[in-house]
């Protein structure tokens, strides 16, 4: 069954810290997504990529790197956090081959900088 | 730029009512597009597509049509449910997989 695993599922840091969100996905897709949610701005992509030691900036990139290093996972580093970064962060994945599939979720990590 | 507008916020109906979320996408050529639905705690969970003017998508009684002219991709359903409660997202994604999102409605519907 296709699946998409996040962890931890949540995370408390201090501002300043650093902080690394971890996705895998074993469907053998190409793409892989991270989006934030929050209140009235609904899901904003970070970063996404289309195959380990690629990277594509998304929408709101600023405070945060990616990085995949397979075609499996996919991590999110936030190296200064931020209380802006307090959020719902979820990743998700798709296949390329399949012509205009829809990404695949996982169940989110919350994260909250004090 | 490149975007996605859901007007409505939050939508309240009773069981029973029609349902209409509007969504209109700002992007060059031909997106796909596609409506997510979300329940508390969950990740968002695909309901359909559409990728070409003109097509119905649908699922669960939900449908939407792509329409070029209008940029638009309402979601419909003609009798909601409360367990239809959730938030609804409208999304689109190019030809370079970029997959954008609106902001999301939150649909409550009572009994």
């Known amino acids: 069954e296709a699946a998409v695993t996040q962890s931890p599922r949540n995370k408390v840091t201090v501002t300043g810290g650093n902080v690394t969100l971890s996705c895998r996905q074993t469907n053998s897709h190409n793409y892989m997504y991270w989006y934030r949610q929050d209140t009235g701005h609904g899901l904003r992509l970070i970063h996404y990529s289309y195959g380990a030691g690629n990277l594509q900036i998304g929408d709101v990139p600023d405070g945060y790197k990616a990085t995949r290093t397979t075609q499996e996972d996919f991590f999110l580093l936030l190296e200064l956090a931020s209380p802006s970064q307090t959020s719902l962060y979820f990743c998700?994945?798709?296949?390329?081959?399949?012509?205009?599939?829809?990404?695949?979720f996982g169940e989110g990590t919350r994260l909250s900088v004090l | 730029g490149d975007s996605v507008t859901q007007t409505e916020g939050q939508v309240a109906l009773s069981e029973e009512d029609f349902l209409t979320i509007h969504c209109n996408y700002s992007a060059s050529g031909y997106p796909a597009l596609f409506w997510y639905v979300q329940y508390p705690g969950e990740g968002p969970q695909f309901l359909f597509r559409a990728s070409r003017d003109k097509e119905k998508g649908s699922s669960r009684g939900f449908e939407a049509t792509y329409n070029k002219e209008a940029t638009s991709f309402h979601l419909q359903k003609a009798s909601v449910q409360e367990s239809d409660s959730a938030v609804y997202y409208c999304?689109?994604?190019?030809?370079?997989?970029?997959?954008?999102f609106g902001s999301g409605t939150r649909l409550l519907v009572s009994p």
């Open positions: 999304a689109w994604r190019t030809g370079g997989y970029k997959v954008v």
């Open positions: 998700a994945s798709s296949d390329a081959r399949e012509n205009n599939q829809a990404p695949l």
